[in-house]
């Protein structure tokens, strides 16, 4: 038996994915611990276009298939698995090897995508300990949107800036880490303002519960109007997805004492940093690695209790992996573009 897949053959560049036909994994039957799972929906992440392009890692190992946020149905279990069962809704692991605790080289070593294999192929064999469980009110496009982004928002809110009822977080751009952001940032009660180069993704913002919107192509320096909006403070917390172009605004906009976790680079990745104002500031910077199997697993129980719904844009088939990321790159998105076989 075979299986349909994407796989990203011989060199980087897009002209090098394609649609490839291979062997099924483990066809005599699972290992121990092991389970079979249908992927039924698949979205993609900048960080998928830095792996092909070759700027995420230029050493990786080819062919390799991409994107590693992904969720379908268990239609096999391995000798020892109780967790699971033929039919059970599961949504893979972005981190297969970290459970819990600080990260650490080992952790981190075994995410989807890169150096593994990804999720875009018709099924996939991974360690029980790898899936989590999907809430009943999610579609499986809606589930695929959450190992990546929505795990990196979690952790970034939650676990390192330990954010806290009435304080103010700063939210960069509208796409998938910025959405799911905003989401929780407002299941936390916090106070939220938005930004992006959009008036009209400010509008849809707002109606998500954003509290403020600043439109940083209007106002590129936008650490003021933060200020105001918080009588001079500055804001607790930032989400920096800008990089190069944002950090300076960011470190500007920062109360004393705020917390600036730092998850993208889509301006740039080279900054020159004012080490005074981060010390006299008492800021803090902390880069994010998405996250946890107990991040992930705390998100999904909030997700849950509150029917939280993901947001989502354009739906591709599952195999145009080359479709999803042109337009993830256009950057004309609001939330998350997933693939799946209904399109």
């Keep these: 038996m075979s299986v349909h897949a994407v796989e990203l053959k011989d060199k980087f560049g897009f002209d090098s994915l394609v649609k490839v036909v291979r062997p099924r994994e483990k066809p005599g039957g699972l290992g121990s611990n092991e389970v079979r799972v249908k992927i039924c929906a698949t979205s993609v992440n900048y ?45 893979p692991a972005f981190h297969q090897n970290w459970n819990a605790g600080a990260p650490t080289r080992e952790k981190l070593e075994y995410s989807l995508g890169s150096p593994l294999d990804g999720v875009c192929i018709e099924e996939r064999v991974f360690p029980a300990g790898g899936l989590l469980g999907c809430p009943d009110h999610l579609s499986f496009r809606e589930a695929a949107s959450l190992p990546c982004a929505a795990v990196t928002a979690w952790t970034s809110l939650i676990r390192e ?47 998500l519960g954003a509290d403020y919107a600043l439109n940083y192509r209007s106002t590129p320096e936008w650490a003021g109007p933060v200020r105001e909006i918080t009588h001079g ?68 129980a909030a997700i849950d209790m509150h029917k939280l719904h993901p947001v989502l844009d354009q739906n591709f088939g599952f195999f145009d992996v080359h479709g999803a990321l042109m337009a993830l790159g256009a950057g004309k998105h609001f939330g998350k573009m997933t693939l799946s076989h209904d399109n």
Excluded: C
């Excluded at 230029?58 to 590693?68: A, Q, Y």
């Excluded at 698995?81 to 949504?91: C, E, L, N, P, Y």
């Excluded at 939210?171 to 180069?197: D, E, H, N, R, Y």
């Design 233 to 300: 403070q500055g804001a607790d917390v930032i989400i920096e997805l800008g990089g190069t172009k944002t950090l300076e605004q960011s470190l500007k906009a920062i109360a004393i004492g705020g917390r600036i976790p730092v998850i993208g680079v889509l301006s740039g990745a080279a900054v020159t940093l004012p080490l005074t104002r981060i010390l006299m500031q008492h800021v803090k910077l902390q880069g994010i690695t998405v996250g946890s199997h107990e991040d992930a697993s705390a998100m999904l």
């Design 47 to 91: 960080r998928d276009l830095l792996i092909i392009s070759g700027m995420y890692n230029p050493k990786l190992k080819l062919p390799i298939v991409p994107l590693s946020d992904g969720a379908g149905v268990v239609t096999e279990v391995g000798e020892g698995v109780t967790k699971w069962a033929v039919g059970d809704r599961v949504i």
């Design 161 to 207: 800036a330990a954010l806290q009822p009435g304080e103010t977080v700063v939210i960069q751009g509208t796409g998938g880490v910025a959405l799911f952001a905003l989401q929780f940032a407002k299941l936390m009660g916090a106070w939220v303002i938005l930004l992006s180069s959009s008036d009209e993704k400010l509008e849809r913002g707002q109606a």
